[in-house]
């Protein structure tokens, strides 16, 4: 075995922010954990000078689809907590909400920590949705542009409350981040943005107590015969596979790969796959319904500027006039969204997208037993998406398109839903029943005593803000229950 260790107390699979984060966690305490990646480092592009950034779509286009750091790399470092009534069973236009096992206050202090990990920059100013906080941010907001200030000042004129949005850059007197335009939907070559590889694996990596093995593909969680605990699992890097041994092993792959892997794994103990007794597994996925709004600025484009800075959470929780939370308004980064529509749209899409302040409407789509991965042999062979939030989005928008008009943008062009949900999760959620769920509140398979699951598909719902905060806070959570090497109460939730 000349590319992988042995005695390792905790195997993760996935650098995403689940995995990474939980790396840095479990390296604190003084645990010995070997990272798991198919993918390998982002690097620059020789053909872009070093201020370039790479848009993710041009990655994928070259069939890359996997680096260290996950998703994450590209993402647009919006840090949110759920807010405090997600944590319940809520009413949705398609039903209640499912209740998590945990409440927000538990999750309280590992927000806290996430927020510190990853130098999230906030306040809680403008914002009426926000939860209780035990700390202040740990730093400031990102202060708007002057172009997008005078925008937030007309709409706070109409009498709404406009909040930061909280971000997770390097920023400050010797931060990295210069705040330019190509921050969400980029990798930043400059590596100012707090990303899981940025933020969490490379302080782990420095602790000499985290190995991480690249272009490694983990094929299968290996258990004992009676199928109560793992104890190790196979991995493949360029045509060998081998098989490493740990006292914990924990699967942080993703929505898609994490339900995937423990299908695969499974054996006599787990004939339908590893925490799928009851068939829950790669089930009840869910998000959120999204869709953009152009409010349009003037025939000349905006400048590149960094515009993410805002959002309107006033709606979140309910609306006039109609019964269901609506959801979030949120500036988007200057993504070149024509690349993704039909080819004879992308001018005129081009056109409206380079003169407007594009923003993200966000309300959630909840899971079901029929929302989700169907297997077959050892691959995903169809995705049932959860019911789109129809409604409640058509409600959101008009009430985004009145607002922009009330603060005098005249012409606001809209788009209509995406069919499939953004920020997904849930296909191996969280719950105190095994029959609708595969993991307990500490994220650990029922029925298992040292397999975890620590990525986006334990969350049992998405609320309406992102998600990746809440996935570190459970990283977070995690890595304390791991060390300690002890079962934590079961929570109860009120
Ligand atoms: C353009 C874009 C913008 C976004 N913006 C935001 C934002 O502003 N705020 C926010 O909260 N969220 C945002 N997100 C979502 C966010 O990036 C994801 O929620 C987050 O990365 C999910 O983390 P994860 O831990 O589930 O793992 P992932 O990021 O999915 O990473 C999983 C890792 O596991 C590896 N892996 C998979 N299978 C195997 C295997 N068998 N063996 C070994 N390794 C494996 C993968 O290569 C990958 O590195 C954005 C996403 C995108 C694409």
Redesign the pocket.
């Known amino acids: 075995m000349s590319w992988v260790k042995s005695g390792y107390d905790v195997i993760i699979?996935?650098?995403?922010?689940?995995?990474s984060t939980l790396a840095q966690g479990l390296a604190r305490r003084d645990c010995n954990v070997l990272v798991?990646?198919?993918?390998e480092y982002l690097k620059p592009d020789p053909a872009r000078s070093e201020q370039q950034t790479t848009f993710?779509a041009d990655y994928q286009r070259r069939g890359i689809r996997?680096?260290?750091?996950?998703?994450?790399k590209?993402?647009?470092?919006?840090?949110?907590r759920l807010r405090e009534n997600d944590f319940r069973a809520s009413p949705t236009e398609h039903g209640e909400s499912t209740a998590w096992p945990l409440s927000y206050a538990d999750l309280e202090p590992y927000y806290d920590e996430g927020e510190r990990l990853y130098s999230v920059h906030g306040s809680p100013e403008g914002d009426p949705s926000e939860p209780p906080r035990s700390r202040p941010f740990p730093h400031g907001p990102i202060e708007h542009e002057p172009f997008i200030a005078d925008v937030v000042k007309r709409l706070q004129g109409c009498g709404v409350p406009v909040g930061y949005i909280p971000k997770g850059v390097d920023r400050g007197p010797n931060g990295r981040c210069v705040l330019c335009s190509t921050c969400?939907?980029y990798f930043c070559h400059r590596d100012a943005k707090m990303d899981?590889e940025v933020a969490a694996l490379r302080p782990a990596l420095k602790t000499g107590r985290v190995d991480l093995c690249t272009g490694?593909?983990?094929l299968k969680v290996l258990t004992t015969p009676d199928g109560r605990r793992a104890t190790g699992v196979l991995l493949r890097r360029g045509g060998e596979e081998v098989t490493v041994h740990a006292d914990v092993v924990v699967v942080?792959?993703?929505?898609r790969?994490s339900p995937l892997?423990l299908w695969r794994s499974r054996n006599d103990a787990h004939p339908k796959g590893i925490g799928n007794a009851r068939g829950a597994l790669g089930r009840y996925l869910a998000g959120h319904t999204c869709g953009f709004i152009f409010p349009f600025m003037g025939l000349r484009p905006i400048p590149e500027l960094h515009q993410k800075t805002f959002a309107i959470n006033a709606f979140y929780g309910a609306a006039e006039g109609w019964p269901y939370p609506l959801g979030v308004i949120q500036a988007t980064g200057q993504i070149p969204i024509w690349q993704h529509v039909f080819p004879l749209a992308a001018p005129f899409v081009k056109f409206v997208a380079r003169r407007s302040l594009v923003c993200l409407l966000m309300t959630e789509a909840v899971g079901t037993a029929e929302s989700g991965f169907d297997f077959h042999e050892e691959r995903i062979a169809r995705v049932h998406n959860p019911k789109a939030s129809r409604e409640t989005y058509r409600k959101l928008r008009d009430t985004a398109v009145s607002l922009f008009h009330k603060a005098g943008f005249r012409w606001v062009h809209t788009s209509v839903h995406f069919d499939a949900p953004w920020?997904t999760v849930g296909t191996a959620r969280m719950g105190v029943d095994p029959a609708s769920s595969v993991l307990d509140a500490d994220c650990r398979v029922h029925g298992m005593d040292n397999l975890y699951v620590l990525?986006?598909?334990s969350l049992p719902t998405a609320g309406a803000v992102?998600?990746?905060?809440t996935?570190i806070a459970l990283s977070l959570r995690a890595a304390e229950t791991i060390a300690r090497g002890q079962r934590r109460p079961r929570v109860e939730v009120a």
Do not use: R
């Open positions: 699979v996935g650098s995403g922010p689940g995995g798991v990646e198919q993918g993710i996997h680096n260290v750091g996950g998703e994450s590209f993402y647009g470092a919006a840090l949110y969400d939907g899981a490694t593909d983990c942080s792959a993703g929505i790969e892997l920020h990525d986006a598909s992102n998600t990746t905060l996935i």
